[in-house]
């Protein structure tokens, strides 16, 4: 799988996708946080049949079953998968703004306007990442 998630269950196929790109940078993240995480919902989902995702059935799984802190969200580097940023500016602050809205900007389909100052968002000409 792409995009943000570095991984998911497929319940009623009992298999867990992975992402690939975050997979190959962060191997040793996935084998203690993904695998386990992922594996907890199928086997909440096997014993426990149709329960909340991160209940407490889930965590009952995780600290049993593997021994972990059952934490929701994983805790890697994902700027890799995250996309483009780029800074924009107002009168008090700046934004980070995806390349899909920073395009939009570009091609003057779209403006942003700052909730606290009013003004127009402007780029900085600066790309984040
Ligand atoms: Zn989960
Ligand atoms: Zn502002």
Sequence with gaps: MRGKAAGKALLQLNTIKLNTVLFAENQQAFID?????????????????????????????????????????????????QGKTFEYQCGCRSYPLSIRRHNKVQREESQYTCRS??????FTGKQLS
Aim: hydrophobic content about 40%.
């Design 33 to 81: 946080e993904v695998l386990p995480h992922e594996l907890a919902h199928l086997i909440t989902h096997q014993v426990f049949g149709r329960v909340r995702p991160h209940g407490k059935e889930w965590q009952y799984v995780m600290a049993k079953v593997f021994g972990i802190k059952p934490e929701r969200t994983h805790t890697m580097d994902i700027s890799s998968v």
């Design 117 to 122: 100052c009013g003004n127009g968002l402007a």
